[in-house]
T-cell receptor
Framework: GENVEQHPSTLSVQEGDSAVIKCTYSDSASNYFPWYKQELGKRPQLIIDIRSNVGEKKDQRIAVTLNKTAKHFSLHITETQPEDSAVYFCAARLPSETDKLIFGTGTRLQVFP | NAGVTQTPKFQVLKTGQSMTLQCAQDMNHNSMYWYRQDPGMGLRLIYYSASEGTTDKGEVPNGYNVSRLNKREFSLRLESAAPSQTSVYFC???????????FGSGTRLTVV
């Protein structure tokens, strides 16, 4: 089955700097890669996703890149702000009847003012 | 449009007690899921239902049962609660394909 590894587990940046979180997946048939943000005590919320036929997607200060050859995808946050502090989860989905997402282990991002 | 609704939000149980966590979605999604999240940890899949009438085990199913009552509702039952089941439980639903999950707000369960 699919396996997703996520790095780093913690990331501290100064406000205004960029942050990059990387994930690798094992099954080349995976075709959908979402990113979730979970603030303390809240539910995970989808912030951006990318499909396997696209190499990059951007939404204001966040972007996701996908390298299918290397089987990895990354979340980029530019001009970080204190409200970006949260745990970020990547995920991958194999096309199948179950539609399960396989989640990474999460990255705790802290943005210091 | 409520999305995914979970009840209750908080619950304290004594060891050995039973309870059912309720989840309902109003987005006409086929797939529904139950996850648990321990403090500072990631999401672990307990059970899932790819469609009405079907359920399957995830990675941590022991001590739990589920019912997919209809397309909208997917409940999680703890028959005999144990302290190891203290966790935050999230229900999620998905349209599948290249669409993500929508999570409920979670149930914070403490077993004493």
């Amino acid at each position: 089955g699919e396996n997703v590894e996520q790095h780093p587990s913690t990331l501290s940046v100064q406000e205004g700097d960029s942050a990059v979180i990387k994930c690798t997946y094992s099954d080349s048939a995976s075709n959908y890669f979402p990113w979730y943000k979970q603030e303390l005590g809240k539910r995970p919320q989808l912030i951006i996703d990318i499909r396997s036929n696209v190499g990059e997607k951007k939404d204001q200060r966040i972007a996701v890149t996908l390298n299918k050859t290397a089987k990895h995808f990354s979340l980029h946050i530019t001009e970080t702000q204190p409200e970006d502090s949260a745990v970020y989860f990547c995920a991958a989905r194999l096309p199948s009847e179950t539609d399960k997402l396989i989640f990474g282990t999460g990255t705790r991002l802290q943005v210091f003012p | 449009n409520a999305g995914v609704t979970q009840t209750p939000k908080f619950q304290v149980l004594k060891t050995g007690q039973s309870m059912t966590l309720q989840c309902a979605q109003d987005m006409n999604h086929n797939s529904m899921y139950w996850y648990r999240q321990d403090p500072g940890m990631g999401l672990r899949l307990i059970y899932y239902s790819a469609s009405e009438g079907t359920t399957d085990k995830g990675e941590v199913p022991n001590g739990y049962n589920v019912s997919r009552l209809n397309k909208r509702e997917f409940s999680l039952r703890l028959e005999s609660a144990a302290p190891s089941q203290t966790s935050v439980y999230f229900c999620a639903s998905s349209a599948g394909g290249t669409y993500g999950y929508t999570f409920g707000s979670g149930t914070r369960l403490t077993v004493v």
